[in-house]
């Protein structure tokens, strides 16, 4: 039975339990059992390779032993034992002499919620997990990799606006131009389900990583923070699976609430790769951790503040960014020409309509800077889609390929990028234009006349501006001629 059957065959199972209401919660459901299973699973491969290993679970809460028999506890003492026994103790795991494990269960199952009201079909999950993924055979773990791949795209499905899956290609598009390089400290501040840090990490090991120690240099130096409980469980979990065994650097926080101060030089990092949420608004109060001159509560802003305090001198980020910050005005502009004077934004590729389909159908942006010297041009590139596409959507995403020329532009920031040129694609802007521009950055290809709009949702809008005006003028008239015909009377 392959992984994908063995996911829906416990997804399906999962609907036929009266405590378990939708996707999110199936899903939560879900990962907190592959969770154990996949700790259990390392736990085998760490005791074969030293030679005393003590996990940082009780025996009785081991998956091997109260999970791994398909004959073993089910009904009404498997519920009991799972509510009265297992959570209540993981929630409040102590970590002997200091085992980091410990932590990343505790935070794990801070949060974590055993939905399901049947006993009995608990133990068919179980059993479904148990015999359907095997995590020690390297083929499966691959497997397994783009297994979770799906169901971080499904959860997002059913996850709420600006929780969306940054697409595959734009996460490795994204890193693969920052470079993070070994001994750089990598982190995303709202790192979601993960998928930039597994990029990052896979990019490392690739272009750097040859021995135990590099290995060691490695698993410290990738950083996340993500404030909502779910993806934090799914972020934890895709670090273990990508070979992170002790994913103590996901926390569970919200970076936004310290003062901006207190993230000092020492917490500072020399790369950073984000999608920060967009469209969503910070609770009251999160605004005044940020200087009068930045306060907002659009997240997305807040995030940009945040992110050129967090980076070194010298350091490096990428981010996506929607439309409406390029052309914002008010509190934007001071954000933008802090950006452009502390740092050195040289690249914005402009993406087109569809990236994040079905989840928002926003316009996007990526934004590419290093901290330390002012902007004095700025080159955008606008992503074309390749032939024969009109948009992307759920079957068709974007592929890592399209950026191919992209990546062959490019060029390399130590000699200004020198080697890039004028294409129909990519064209350059000087400081004085954006400050005339009163640093607007939406500046559009200047290689493309006004081209046609055949957009379904504009076309609409334009039709509906006209039939208010057309009613509008109709009301007028009516009442010029009703006041004509009162003054014959």
């Known amino acids: 039975m392959s ?61 091997r032993n109260w999970a791994a028999n398909p004959e073993g506890m089910t009904g009404e003492a498997l519920k009991q034992f799972l509510d009265n026994d297992l959570f209540p103790t993981l929630q409040m795991l102590e970590a002997k002499g200091g085992d980091q494990r410990a932590y990343v269960i505790r935070s794990v199952f801070e949060d974590a919620y055993n939905y399901m009201k049947s006993g009995q079909l608990i133990r ?74 597994t990029c990052a990490i896979e990019h490392i090991r690739k272009q750097d990583v040859k021995t135990v120690e590099d290995e060691n240099l490695l698993q410290s130096s990738i950083l996340g923070i993500e404030k909502k409980p779910l993806p934090h469980l ?54 005044t951790n940020f200087p009068n001159a930045f306060r907002t509560r659009e997240t997305a802003d807040l995030f940009l503040v945040l992110i050129m305090q967090l980076l070194k001198s010298n350091g490096r980020a990428a981010l996506v960014l929607p439309d409406g910050f390029l052309f914002g005005e008010g509190i934007k502009t001071r954000i933008k020409e802090k950006l452009l004077t502390e740092c050195n934004l040289h690249t914005i590729v402009r993406l087109p309509n569809g990236v994040f389909a079905p989840y928002t159908s926003i316009k996007t942006n990526l ?73 607007n950055l939406d500046c559009k290809n200047p290689h493309v006349g006004e081209l046609e709009v055949h957009d379904p949702e504009v076309l609409l809008a334009q039709y509906q501006a006209m039939q208010d005006d057309m009613a509008s003028l109709r009301n007028q008239l009516k009442g010029i001629l009703t006041q004509a015909l009162r003054g014959e009377e």
């Open 3 to 63: 992984i994908s059957s063995t996911i829906k065959s416990i997804q399906d199972i999962m609907r036929k339990d009266v405590g378990v209401d939708g996707d999110a919660q199936r899903l939560s459901q879900l990962v907190w059992m592959l969770f154990l299973k996949i700790f259990d699973d390392r736990e085998s491969e760490w005791e074969l390779l030293q030679d005393n290993y003590q996990s940082p679970l009780p025996e009785k809460y081991r998956w």
């Open 234 to 287: 799914l972020c934890t979990t895709n670090m273990i699976l990508h070979g992170i065994d002790v994913p103590s650097n996901i926390r569970h926080d919200n970076t936004l609430s310290y003062p901006l101060i207190s993230w000092t030089p020492q917490k500072r990092v020399d790369v950073i790769v984000t999608n920060p949420p967009f469209g969503g608004m910070e609770e009251d109060g999160i605004e």
């Open 367 to 439: 934004l590419f800077f290093t901290k330390g010297t002012p902007t004095s041009d700025i080159w955008f590139y606008e992503h074309p889609y390749p032939d024969g596409v009109k948009s992307y959507n759920k079957t068709k995403p974007m592929k890592i390929e399209e950026f191919a020329t992209e990546t062959a532009w490019w060029g390399d920031e130590a000699d200004g990028f020198k080697q890039r040129v004028e294409t129909e694609q990519a064209w350059k802007v000087s400081i004085d234009d954006i400050k005339a521009r009163n640093y």
């Open 124 to 197: 068919q999950v179980i059993n479904k997990l148990q015999e359907g993924i095997d995590f020690n055979k390297s083929s499966e773990r691959h497997l397994f990799g783009d297994m979770y791949e799906q169901l971080l795209r499904d959860l997002q499905a059913a996850g709420n606006a600006g929780e969306f899956y940054t697409p595959r290609a734009v996460t490795e598009f994204m890193v693969r131009m920052s470079n993070p390089r070994l001994g750089e400290k990598v982190m995303d501040p709202a790192c979601g389900t993960g998928g930039f840090l």
